[in-house]
């Protein structure tokens, strides 16, 4: 049993998804995929059957995925393969992980009972350790995902609806203020309106106000509170200005004289 190499992780018994790979002559990657395929079937009780972990590639140096399949793992995988050198192998994997669990055995066979349950007990204990950090790996990594789309969103997302309305709103709000009369708004709202959204796209690079960035969001509102109008806006309120009646005022310069 030389040509297989069960490892024992601390009372837990392993085969390499490498070495299953070679000898049953499959390419790794397409064991992989049908570990992680079985892994999906049995996602309760995957972490008892595949466990996860990585090796370094000789010639390119690279860092690939692997998985140490327990004897369940392995009879799982192994079961769909077929052939008359397949089932010699798996008969080769079968007497390997005994003659393995047998050595464990007469290992501890001259322990007393005592002994032989603290090691279960520690055994079990790192175990559970194991499974423990590997819990809080995959949270930390859900919790990195979740952050980083929060990121994602608040720098590249699109403004809400919500945020879209309160926009417009005070672009009317600050074109109401430059008009100060209702007659001046009425004549003229409609092309300080066009103008403040035209310099809303020129400043933040936007086709439009609705493709604001939340993380623009704060920066536009105080540019359309603190937005002037340009010299084409002032000489089209001028023109709509109310003139005074010339007439009124030339009889009552009259009327001095």
Known sequence: ???IKINNDNGTLTVSSLQVAEDFEKEHRNVVQAIEELKKGVAEKSADLFIESSYQHPQNKQTYKCYNLTRDGFSLLVMGFTGKK????????IEAFNLMEQKIRERYSDISPQLQFLIDMERKQK???KKQEELENKIADISEIRD???KATFEYGRISSELQKSIS????IRCIDICGTAQMYEAVHKSIENTIYSDIKKRFEVSSYRELAYNQFADALLFI??????SKIEKLMYENTPKPNMTFLNMLMGDDE
Do not use: D
């Open 169 to 172: 709103k005070t672009v009317k």
């Open 225 to 230: 509170e603190m937005w002037q109008p340009n």
């Open 148 to 150: 980083n789309t929060i």
């Open 127 to 129: 175990q559970l350790e």
């Open 1 to 3: 049993m030389n040509e």
């Open 86 to 93: 397949a089932l010699e192998w798996k008969l080769k994997y």
